[in-house]
């Protein structure tokens, strides 16, 4: 019974930046592969990043070269720099995580980034 919190969403102009962060809430619980996904309005959920248990990050092609995914040494936490924003960004932001290899994956609640163009 682990819950993961998004934080970190807001209203930025093009060109900024932001920095998610997730994380289950509570308790610190470690997990093997993390990720993010977002959904823009009126579109469907999308694979934003992801990093493996051992370290090997994926990422849509629409962000490469300017979203990193990262963690926390103790794999508690996964973040997410966003640079050079565009309009085109604006979704509701949603962490993933599985504790080990196999389990059902658990999902965060989501948090808002709006850009302004």
């Known amino acids: 019974q682990v819950q993961l919190v998004e934080s970190g969403g807001g209203l930025v102009q093009a060109g900024r930046s932001l920095r998610l962060s997730c994380a289950a809430s509570?308790?610190?619980?470690?997990?093997?592969?993390m990720g993010w996904y977002r959904q823009p309005p009126g579109k469907q959920r999308e694979m934003v990043a992801r990093i493996s248990g051992g370290g090997t990050t994926t990422y849509a092609d629409s962000v490469k070269d300017r979203f990193t995914i990262s963690r926390d040494n103790a794999k508690t936490t996964v973040y997410l720099q966003m640079n050079s924003l565009k309009a085109e960004d604006t979704a509701v932001y949603y962490c993933?995580?599985?504790?080990?290899?196999?389990?059902?994956?658990?999902w965060g609640q989501g948090t808002q980034v709006t850009v302004s163009s």
């Open positions: 509570g308790s610190s619980f470690s997990f093997n592969a």
């Open positions: 993933n995580a599985v504790r080990r290899p196999g389990a059902p994956s658990i």
